[in-house]
């Protein structure tokens, strides 16, 4: 009874509001000398995690330059002889490192061994053909018909480098061609989540290595150039280059304006991704388009023989068994 007279005191009730305001204006000035700087402590950390980042970056690029120096150290026997005979000035062209590059084949050991098997496979080529025509082979063939199927086969030779550099880009492409959109889908997601360019590309490199090994080291190299050459415009170029896929050089161009003109890089994206799929689609359709007219010849020298003599044949069976009796 004597607490519900203190609460309904009215005096008892100012005292304990007063005391409680005390106490919350106490603690309200008090508080913030004992909690931390959270921003600060934020910004030491996010500090932290972007030079942790840095250093594992260079050290993954420096683990990876040794091991491409080890991996693409040029022969010496090839270094040798494409040095004696100078081909480097007869042979090499800026086209031909371009190729090269857009093959994956990166580092002068691919140079210096493109140069010497395009200088011997034509000799290998000439001497094999003729040792075969003139002195294995039993065809009965002139002396200048031998000779210039040995041409031939020179010639051949010396074309055949350009052939496995020309199948190799073409693999490297289709693999390309075939991850790109969803590439473009994982880089716009980044993007839009607040990731930089260069951490985007980095993330989606780690990505989309299972699907396309190819892209995921065109993206990787690109986000190294974005780090370090001094235009941004060079890493995207050189990105288009290297695959020589006009759907990343497309890409590469609207990257380059949306940061030189300030719009947002996620419409660029998103943009570009939608084009992107409907190429990839376009193409499915050309292929389902084309198969009819070239499934036409197996079918009429291997399926409908094959009919007919299933049809026919017990017809056939009965003719010869009634002819004969």
């Known amino acids: 009874m004597d607490y519900l007279f203190l609460l309904l005191d009215r005096q008892f009730v100012i005292m304990l509001l007063v005391g409680m305001a005390a106490f919350a204006t106490v603690a309200t000035l008090i508080m913030p000398l004992f909690a931390s700087d ?47 005979f100078n081909l480097r000035k007869a042979l090499e062209t800026e086209e031909t490192h371009q190729r090269l590059k857009m093959a994956g084949l990166r580092g002068q050991a ?11 496979l034509p000799l ?4 094999a053909a003729a040792f075969y025509l003139f002195f294995v082979s039993a065809f009965e063939l002139s002396g ?18 350009n052939i496995f550099i020309t199948n190799l880009i073409q693999k490297r492409q289709k693999s390309i061609k075939q991850a790109f959109p969803d590439a473009l889908d994982l880089l716009l997601i980044c993007v839009q989540s607040g990731m930089s360019i ?10 989309i290595g299972p699907q396309s090994l190819e892209l995921a080291e065109e993206f990787a190299l690109t986000t190294a150039e974005l780090s370090y050459l001094p235009q941004r415009r060079q890493a995207y170029e050189n990105l288009g280059k ?18 030189r003109y300030g719009t947002g890089l996620g419409q660029a ?14 193409e499915a359709e050309k292929k389902a388009a084309a198969l009819p007219p070239k499934l036409t010849v ?6 409908l023989p094959v009919l007919f003599v299933v049809l026919l044949g017990p017809a056939a069976i009965k003719v010869f068994d009634t002819l004969g009796g």
Do not use: H, W
């Open 124 to 127: 290998v080529a000439f001497f």
């Open 38 to 84: 959270r921003l600060d402590s934020r910004m030491k950390y996010v500090a932290g995690e972007r030079e942790r980042m840095r250093e594992e970056r260079m050290a993954a690029l420096a683990d990876q330059q040794r091991e491409a120096r080890l991996r693409q150290d040029p022969r010496t026997f090839m270094k040798r002889f494409v040095d004696r």
């Open 269 to 282: 994206l998103r943009v570009m991704a939608k084009e992107s799929r409907d190429g990839r689609m376009n």
């Open 198 to 207: 260069e951490s985007a590309m980095n993330k989606v490199s780690t990505e």
């Open 242 to 259: 290297r695959t020589g896929v006009p759907a990343v050089k497309a890409v590469g161009t609207s990257l380059l304006q949306a940061e």
């Open 144 to 161: 200048l018909m031998k000779f210039c199927i040995a041409v031939g086969a020179a010639y051949l030779g010396f074309y055949l480098p």
């Open 298 to 303: 197996p079918m009429i020298l291997f399926f």
């Open 110 to 120: 691919p140079v210096v061994a493109f140069l010497f098997f395009r200088a011997t």
